[in-house]
Nanobody
Framework: QVQLVESGGGLVQPGGSLSLSCAAS????????MGWYRQSPGKQRELVAT???????NFADSVKGRFTISIDNAKNTVYLQMNSLKSEDTAVYYC?????????WGQGTQVTVSS
């Protein structure tokens, strides 16, 4: 059974930092492209960042220079480090694992940026 379990969400003040984790099980982690998406109320789900098995990263323009993505193959975990958070970063963040036409999603974790 495939599981992607996110953790690390919460409430943070503008300008603060937060780190999300996504632990994967039931997949051959090292061959998947891992990523993070987010969705705010009334908006479509959007790409935040991805990282391929070779370590190539891609970021949404809105988070470039503020967010980083990394993986730990030994722990089957992908991380999203979020710095200089803004109120517009408030959303449910979803972990995703993609390989060819196969796409798995986590249940999401809420990130709220507010003073």
């Amino acid at each position: 059974q495939v599981q992607l379990v996110e953790s690390g969400g919460g409430l943070v003040q503008p300008g603060g930092s937060l780190s999300l984790s996504c632990a994967a099980s039931g997949i051959r982690f090292s061959i998947y492209t891992m990523g993070w998406y987010r969705q705010s109320p009334g908006k479509q789900r959007e790409l935040v960042a991805t990282i391929t098995r070779s370590g190539y990263t891609n970021f949404a323009d809105s988070v470039k220079g503020r967010f980083t993505i990394s993986i730990d193959n030994a722990k089957n975990t992908v991380y999203l480090q979020m710095n200089s958070l803004k109120s517009e970063d408030t959303a449910v963040y979803y972990c995703t694992a993609v390989w060819l036409s196969t796409n798995y999603w986590g249940q999401g974790t809420q990130v709220t940026v507010s003073s």
